[in-house]
């Protein structure tokens, strides 16, 4: 059946009982809704109009438990009509909700046995429908896992069957991926990864001018954005506030996903090369809070280099002998602070000063000191660069420690 059937189904409910029907989905996002008969409210309009309602509605209702219902009840609205509620369910499987808003206070029997043989037959064709959802994405992910693979000869296959599958037309020339990831939780029940997976997917949605294709993995997912022109900072923003909103409703609230931008390509033989920029550009938000839950690829400055190092070998190489002396003997734990501050201010002593606020001469006397330790000079470009890199391989390699939990 096909979603004409679904509308038909609502139409010929409302038409013989003369209420406005409307059928939503798990989420209570509108499916298909009937013409009105006078009875509709301030709730309906709303969700007809935007094709959901309200999320403090939306946890209202979902409190009340219809989410476990087998047979249809009445629901309290919390500033609207009471309604009938007849959960939408095929082989067990929830799959909606099927709606009559209660004009008069009362439904009678005919009426609550006619919406729950309208939910079962509604049943039927949302389980087809996702069915054929879930075989068609189950093919898409296959062929954008294969687009990203190592192997050449897969990702050249993957490309033909993109084009095969004719998913965007070829005036869309610019693809970008935007990875999530969804930081470790205490929490590993099946439950989470699906709130996960569907809150990718309700980032999907977001895009509206454009091809988006997804795939995910647990706790992990990536986004292709196919478009005409290269996508806006606004477009990405908006994706991963869709997302983080949905999980964080429907998800665990104390781990929020972050997000990583890679660079747009115009080929899709080179959309690996977003791909393993955008994990990068991930790992960097997931590492490094100051960066943000969102990191572009290409703003990230030597933490692009020093990402790529596997996370072993970067663990090994933050142990600079030079700075570890520094740790060691500095007695009041503004050594390392000031050089840091020092090369992130480019060298300039008066702004590094006004930075720790200090006088020059205090931090002329802390540089001193620092050469006298390591025994390197700040005049020096290859001690200069060796030490900087040094504090930021420390940064990276303190961040790995608590994610890993070392």
Not at 78 to 87: H, K, T
Not at 357 to 365: E, G
Request: proline share 4%.
């Amino acid at each position: 059946m096909s979603d004409r059937d679904l509308q038909s189904i609502v139409d010929e409910l409302a038409e013989r009982l003369q209420r406005s029907v409307a059928i939503d989905d798990p989420a209570i996002r509108l499916l298909a809704a009937s013409r009105h008969f006078g009875d509709e409210d301030a709730m309906r309009v709303s969700s007809v109009m935007n094709r959901a309602v309200e999320p403090r509605i939306v946890d209202h209702l979902l409190a009340q438990g219809i989410g476990r219902w087998v047979a249809p009840a009445v629901v309290e609205v919390e500033g609207g009509a009471s309604r009938l509620c007849a959960p939408v369910r095929c082989d067990g499987m929830l799959l909606g909700y099927l709606w009559l808003i209660d004009k008069d206070g009362t439904f009678t029997e005919q009426e609550t046995a006619a919406a729950g043989e309208a939910a079962d037959t509604a049943g039927a064709v949302l389980l087809r429908r996702l069915l054929l959802h879930e075989r068609s994405k189950a093919r898409q992910e296959g062929i954008l896992r294969e687009l990203v693979s190592g192997d050449p000869a897969a990702r050249a296959q993957a490309i033909e069957d993109l084009r095969a599958e004719q998913l965007f037309g070829v005036e869309s020339g610019h693809f970008t991926v935007l990875a999530v990831q969804c930081p470790a939780s205490r929490t590993t029940a099946a439950p989470r990864e699906v709130a996960f997976e569907a809150a990718v997917e309700e980032g999907v949605r977001t895009v509206h001018d454009g091809v988006a294709l997804m795939a995910a993995n647990r706790s992990r997912a990536w986004i292709l954005l196919v478009q005409r022109v290269p996508p806006s900072r606004a477009l990405a923003a908006a994706v991963a506030e869709r997302i983080t909103t949905r999980f964080g409703r429907f998800g665990d609230e104390n781990a929020e996903p972050v997000f990583g931008v890679g660079g747009t390509v115009t080929a899709l033989g080179d959309v690996v090369t977003s791909y393993r920029e955008a994990l990068l550009a991930a790992r960097a938000a997931l590492l490094l809070p100051g960066i943000g839950s969102l990191a572009r690829w290409g703003e990230l400055g030597p933490y692009e280099l020093l990402l790529k190092l596997p996370p072993e070998d970067l663990l090994d190489a933050s142990g600079v002998p030079a700075l570890a002396a520094v740790e060691r003997e500095d007695t009041h734990d503004v050594l390392l602070t000031t050089l840091t501050e020092f090369f992130d201010h480019g060298g300039n002593i008066q702004r590094t000063a006004d930075s720790l606020r200090v006088h020059r001469a205090t931090l002329y006397q802390r540089l001193k000191r620092i050469e006298q330790i390591t025994g390197c000079s700040l005049d020096s470009g290859d001690d200069r660069l060796m030490l900087h890199l040094g504090l930021k391989l420390r940064v990276l390699a303190a961040a790995y420690r608590d994610h890993l939990g070392r």
